[in-house]
């Protein structure tokens, strides 16, 4: 069985900083990891898909991960945070085995501070 | 482009009344799926669908039905409301395939009071 476990329901930074959202995945065979972001009142919108080509992965408005298998990990960065990337962040996992369907960690609150 | 569409937006409902909350998407995916969103539990997946004709269930299908007789729509039914589905559902739609990611409506806010 596969899971997805983000650390700290809630981030806060101010404008300019470092944006660091943590993921750790369990799964018995490769996965495949995404990051899905969430503005209010909407649907999630796919930021970023790792699918084994390359261990550093980059999206959309200037966010990246990276796939570490040592640490079972794939946290997701931007290194200067906009206010409008106020949203809330969310981890999920497939693989073979799962097909199409999606495991999601519980979700990151991030919260931008001017 | 419409993409994935769900109706209704918001509905109220009483404890024991059913509804179903529709889902189309315009893309031709095979794939569809419901999730229901609940604060600090992340989406869980209620039932998906493989392609027309097949539906599985998920990790919370109880409580739930589902049908999938053409690819562009796949209805979720709420056959005797709890205040325990009170919850912001979301359908999503994909190609088959691991990597492939999902599209998603933006959701029906449903309370059972």
């Known amino acids: 069985a596969q899971s997805v476990t983000q650390l700290g329901s809630h981030v806060s930074v101010s404008e300019g900083a470092l944006v660091l959202l943590r993921c750790n995945y369990s799964?018995?065979?490769?996965?495949?990891l995404f990051w899905y972001v969430q503005y209010p009142n909407q649907g999630l919108q796919l930021l970023l898909k790792?699918?084994?080509?390359?261990?550093l992965v980059k999206g959309i408005n200037g966010f990246e991960a990276e796939f570490k298998k040592s640490e079972t990990s794939f946290h997701l960065t931007k290194p200067s945070a906009h206010m409008s990337d106020a949203a809330e962040y969310f981890c999920?996992?497939?693989?073979?085995?799962?097909?199409?369907?999606?495991?999601f960690g519980e979700g990151t609150q991030l919260t931008v501070n001017p | 482009n419409a993409g994935v569409t769900q109706t209704p937006k918001f509905q109220v409902l009483k404890t024991g009344q059913s509804m179903t909350l529709q889902c189309a998407q315009d893309?031709?995916?095979?794939?569809m799926s419901w999730y229901r969103q609940d604060p600090g539990m992340g989406l869980r997946l209620i039932h998906y669908?493989?392609?027309?004709?097949?539906?599985d269930q998920g990790e919370v299908p109880n409580g739930y039905n589902v049908s999938r007789s053409t690819t562009e729509d796949f209805p979720l039914r709420l056959l005797s409301a709890a205040p325990s589905q009170t919850s912001v559902y979301f359908c999503?739609?994909?190609?088959?395939?691991?990597?492939?990611?999902?599209?998603f409506g933006d959701g029906t806010r449903l309370s059972i009071l």
């Open positions: 999503a739609s994909s190609t088959t395939g691991t990597n492939q990611p999902q599209h």
């Open positions: 799964s018995s065979v490769p996965p495949y």
């Open positions: 790792y699918t084994s080509a390359a261990t």
């Open positions: 999920a996992v497939s693989d073979r085995a799962s097909g199409s369907r999606l495991t």
């Open positions: 893309m031709n995916h095979e794939y």
């Open positions: 669908s493989v392609g027309a004709g097949i539906t």
